[in-house]
T-cell receptor, first 116, second 115 residues
């Protein structure tokens, strides 16, 4: 088990550009989550997938944000027309209710986005 | 809506015991989690409580009182490596979608362990 991986680890982009992040969950975890974290704050929920179905989206997820999990394995998060306020750490997590009592989420190392 | 409160900062001495409190207000409570996060790293899972009482795991213990909307994380025999942010997170039922997966995090308690 190699844990949750995310790519890239760091991304610097200019305002107005599009960016895409990838998350590979722990194998056999059917649930995948995206969060955003800014300095001094806890992670904020963005969206949740069960297998390939996107079951929940936060109101934080504006129309510029889209997430996919086409085959129920890896997921991508795209931000279009980036703004400086999008600068944050984007965290991916995965879980499986079959593997733990609490269905706790396991986090990846995150992608740090800086919009200049 | 949901509201989670925890102290911003705490300081303790190596070898001591520290208790980090968390209070929450939520509808449809479905579990409380504690995570540890070192600077620049991802949160790592520490403990889970869904029923009232104490859960012990090595040097770490977590307590829950659902009627009071209160939890604490107890760290014993503090070590320098315990210096980190400790995040309290509540899972709640999302009635509209039937999903019970969403976690709401507090802002975290930055613990500094001094020699």
């Amino acid at each position: 088990d190699t844990g949750v991986s995310q790519d890239p680890r760091h991304k610097i982009t200019k305002r107005g550009q599009n960016v895409t992040f990838r998350c590979d969950p722990i194998s056999e975890h059917n649930r995948l989550y995206w969060y955003r974290q800014t300095l001094g704050q806890g992670p904020e929920f963005l969206t949740y997938f069960q297998n390939e179905a996107q079951l929940e989206k936060s109101r934080l997820l504006s129309d510029r944000f889209s997430a996919e999990r086409p085959k129920g394995s890896f997921s991508t998060l795209e931000i279009q027309r980036t703004e400086q306020g999008d600068s944050a750490m984007y965290l991916c997590a995965s879980s499986s209710p079959r593997q733990s009592r609490g269905n706790e989420q396991y986090f990846g190392p995150g992608t740090r986005l800086t919009v200049t | 809506g949901q509201n989670i409160d925890q102290p911003t900062e705490m300081t303790a001495t190596e070898g001591a015991i520290v208790q980090i409190n968390c209070t929450y207000q939520t509808s449809g409570f479905n579990g409380l989690f504690w995570y540890q996060q070192h600077a620049g790293e991802a949160p790592t899972f520490l403990s889970y409580n869904v029923l009232d009482g104490l859960e012990e795991k090595g040097r770490f213990s977590s307590f829950l009182s659902r009627s009071k909307g209160y939890s604490y994380l107890l760290l014993k025999e503090l070590q320098m490596k315990d210096s980190a942010s400790y995040l309290c997170a509540v899972r709640s039922l999302v009635v509209s979608s039937g999903s019970a997966r969403q976690l709401t995090f507090g802002s975290g308690t930055q613990l500094t362990v001094l020699p």
